[in-house]
């Protein structure tokens, strides 16, 4: 088969090469502008908007608990099950972003690249009143649902038993593995918010595969966490010291470094090591196009007179 000089194959319409130019994927400086769009927006929110969506997300991320507990107690206790057990961490989430509520790790991170693309004094200030409200938002949401489900007589005994033995599973962890396991979590979660814009149509499978890996690897989660470890204290098992000090303080830590520094830092360097913009990128390629152009016409002129 014989190729043009720029090594394109012969014979293509003009809406062949559309469709091409149509199904290729987003560029990653594409994707990290969609993501910063999105962190800016969340950056101009005000408080009061980011609380009740933050609490909203707090509560529902409560269905991964309860998801948890009820597939625990209902599946035999061979090592087996859990496996399968472990899907029920992926419903909160699911509900979550879906429901595009504010939730700590995932929505807080977009707004870290607006900082990065423009650190000034105003956008580090909007950037902790973001986390400061969405986190403060997400844990209330989190206490309030677990202190209900342990005191309402909602769920049997064995239900109650398999929520309880979940907290006692996360507070197996000493403050360095909370804190090392904190830094994966908040990577993969950020790994996910930077895979959705490009594969929207496929939105619910990437939140189940990388949620789903967490609740595999026992990764813990601030959030998730919370709801986990609380019912634990409101049932009188922990104190609040140990939650704040053992579970919160290294889990938050780990999320942030995780997901908001390492993850974000890396993919915005890699942006900015390009050495372009999108803007700069798009202006170059329509050069490119009108040049060929230009050099079509010449040699179809001369064709013509050829004939």
């Given at each position: 088969?014989?190729h043009?000089?720029d090594?394109k194959t012969?014979?293509l319409?003009p809406?062949?090469e559309?469709?091409?130019?149509?199904?290729?994927?987003?560029?990653?400086a594409?994707l990290?502008?969609?993501?910063?769009m999105q962190?800016?927006?969340?950056?101009e929110?005000?408080?009061?908007?980011?609380?009740?969506s933050?609490?909203?997300a707090g509560?529902?991320?409560?269905?991964s608990?309860?998801?948890?507990?009820?597939?625990n107690?209902?599946?035999?206790?061979?090592?087996g099950?859990?496996?399968?057990?472990?899907?029920g961490?992926?419903a909160?989430f699911l509900?979550v972003?879906?429901a595009?509520q504010q939730l700590?790790?995932e929505?807080?991170?977009?707004a870290v690249l607006?900082?990065?693309?423009k650190?000034?004094?105003?956008n580090v200030?909007?950037?902790?009143?973001l986390w400061?409200?969405v986190?403060?938002g997400?844990?209330?949401?989190?206490l309030l649902?677990?202190?209900?489900m342990l005191?309402?007589?909602i769920?049997?005994?064995?239900t109650?038993q398999?929520f309880?033995?979940?907290?006692?599973?996360?507070?197996?962890?000493?403050?360095w593995q909370m804190f090392s396991k904190g830094?994966?979590?908040g990577w993969?979660i950020?790994?996910?918010v930077?895979m959705i814009?490009?594969?929207?149509s496929a939105k619910?499978?990437?939140?189940v595969?990388?949620t789903?890996?967490?609740?595999?690897?026992?990764?813990?989660?601030i959030?998730?966490?919370?709801a986990?470890v609380?019912?634990l204290?409101?049932?009188g098992?922990l104190p609040w010291?140990d939650?704040w000090?053992?579970?919160?303080g290294?889990?938050l830590?780990g999320n942030?470094?995780?997901?908001?520094?390492i993850?974000?830092?890396?993919s915005?360097?890699?942006i900015?090591?390009e050495g372009?913009t999108?803007?700069?990128k798009g202006k170059?390629k329509?050069?490119?196009e009108?040049?060929k152009?230009?050099?079509?016409?010449?040699?179809?002129?001369?064709?013509?007179?050829?004939?």
């Amino acid at each position: 088969m014989e190729h043009e000089p720029d090594g394109k194959t012969p014979g293509l319409t003009p809406e062949e090469e559309r469709d091409i130019d149509e199904n290729q994927p987003p560029r990653a400086a594409v994707l990290h502008e969609t993501i910063r769009m999105q962190g800016d927006q969340e950056l101009e929110r005000n408080v009061a908007a980011l609380f009740w969506s933050a609490l909203a997300a707090g509560l529902t991320m409560g269905l991964s608990l309860m998801a948890m507990g009820l597939l625990n107690s209902r599946l035999p206790d061979a090592e087996g099950f859990k496996v399968i057990a472990s899907l029920g961490y992926c419903a909160g989430f699911l509900a979550v972003i879906l429901a595009r509520q504010q939730l700590f790790t995932e929505n807080t991170l977009t707004a870290v690249l607006p900082v990065m693309s423009k650190p000034t004094l105003n956008n580090v200030v909007r950037l902790l009143r973001l986390w400061t409200v969405v986190l403060v938002g997400n844990l209330c949401g989190t206490l309030l649902v677990a202190y209900v489900m342990l005191h309402l007589p909602i769920f049997d005994t064995k239900t109650d038993q398999a929520f309880l033995e979940i907290g006692r599973k996360v507070m197996e962890n000493d403050t360095w593995q909370m804190f090392s396991k904190g830094i994966i979590s908040g990577w993969m979660i950020a790994t996910m918010v930077w895979m959705i814009p490009s594969m929207e149509s496929a939105k619910v499978a990437i939140i189940v595969m990388i949620t789903y890996l967490m609740a595999l690897g026992d990764f813990t989660h601030i959030v998730v966490g919370s709801a986990e470890v609380s019912y634990l204290v409101f049932a009188g098992e922990l104190p609040w010291k140990d939650f704040w000090m053992i579970f919160a303080g290294p889990t938050l830590a780990g999320n942030i470094i995780g997901g908001s520094f390492i993850f974000a830092l890396i993919s915005h360097a890699q942006i900015r090591s390009e050495g372009e913009t999108p803007e700069k990128k798009g202006k170059k390629k329509a050069l490119d196009e009108k040049l060929k152009q230009e050099l079509r016409e010449p040699k179809a002129e001369s064709d013509r007179k050829g004939v």
